[in-house]
């Protein structure tokens, strides 16, 4: 059953703001939302950093959205802390939370004073958590000596229902290895071909017949213009190779990077335009790969309007569309 869901950026705005949004959203006719997890935000323009897990609970409550989050265990999380966070949630709130894991960011990991590892030390070290977190949901009582470490560690409060453990992956060989082990692949839009690329490498990786999720990187507003000046001022920031993303230390060093960014690079990872009637035309395009949730990202500032009009103008079309 397809799902459209609203993307909650905590970089871009204060939780109590951003929980309004998620309300807003669940009023409007979305049905699911993810969560960012950040501890420092992309830019010093975006200012803003609320803890996802907190701010969860109260999304989950406030709202009939189900909800997800991308998380990077092994550093800043010990994977027996975010499993215990996940059950928790998936017990309050059964069948509407699903958990994603991913090898994160070096802005957001170093924090803890740890080194920063190499992509493949990184791969391993989620690897190990992906099976601690799995092991300490099937109730078993857990040690383990490797990346990380546990010592005979076991949840008492599981949920009936195991949330969904989805593989984020932004490029294709990381796709290809996510299908491996597991239940579902999140990533972003880009240039359909990459993206296109990334969808094959899962399916060939174990994959195929697994639910996908897509988060779109879009900039919406009153006017081309706007639009366009929305998404350069707060995320040009973010539209680099991912070897480059996952190295960069602070917001600082984002913004220094950003100001060699122009419009037409921006345009080519977010989907720029004031037509509702032309996103839907490229969401559209989306659900034909294959992806079952459409989980849109307003880059810009003007949610309200944005909501709203997706709500009456997109969202109609996208369901019918897929017989929802």
């Not at 099976?131 to 109730?139: S, T």
């Not at 006017?223 to 973010?238: C, K, L, P, Y």
Request: charged fraction near 20%; hydrophobic fraction near 45%; include cysteine.
């Amino acid at each position: 059953m397809l799902k459209i869901g609203y993307h909650c950026s905590h970089e871009q705005f204060a939780p109590s703001t951003l929980l309004g949004y998620a309300q807003l959203a669940d009023k409007a006719g979305f049905t699911a939302g993810t969560s960012s997890d950040h501890f420092h935000p992309w830019s010093e323009r975006q200012g803003e950093s609320g803890f996802a897990w907190a701010w969860l609970g109260a999304a989950l409550q406030a709202t009939s959205l189900s909800f997800g989050v991308v998380n990077a265990p092994g550093q800043r999380y010990h994977p027996a802390i975010i499993a215990q966070a996940a059950a928790t949630l998936a017990e309050l709130f059964p069948g509407r939370f699903w958990l994603a894991l991913g090898s994160g960011q070096q802005m957001n990991e170093h924090i803890t004073g740890q080194r920063w590892p190499a992509k493949a030390e990184r791969n391993a070290r989620l690897k190990e958590c992906v099976d601690v977190i799995r092991a300490l949901w099937a109730g078993e009582t857990v040690s383990h000596q490797g990346l990380v470490t546990v010592d005979e560690a076991r949840l008492y409060s599981c949920p009936r229902q195991t949330p969904l453990l989805v593989g984020a992956a932004v490029t294709a060989p990381t796709a290809g290895w996510v299908g491996g082990w597991a239940d579902a692949l999140i990533t972003i839009s880009q240039p359909a071909d990459k993206l296109r690329q990334v969808v094959d490498a899962f399916r060939a990786g174990g994959g195929e017949g697994k639910p996908m999720f897509l988060k779109v990187q879009l900039s919406f507003a009153e006017t081309q213009e706007a639009a366009r000046a929305g998404a350069v001022e707060q995320w040009r920031n973010n539209i680099f190779p991912n070897q480059v993303l996952t190295e960069l230390r602070m917001p600082a060093d984002f913004d220094a990077a950003g100001e060699l960014v122009d419009l037409a690079e921006v345009e080519k990872m977010v989907r720029t335009s004031a037509d509702p009637q032309q996103h839907l035309a490229w969401l559209q395009q989306d659900l034909e790969l294959g992806f079952e949730q459409l989980l849109l990202h307003n880059v810009n500032r003007e949610q309200t309007r944005f909501i709203e009009v997706f709500g009456e103008q997109v969202l109609p079309g996208l369901y019918a569309g897929a017989g929802a």
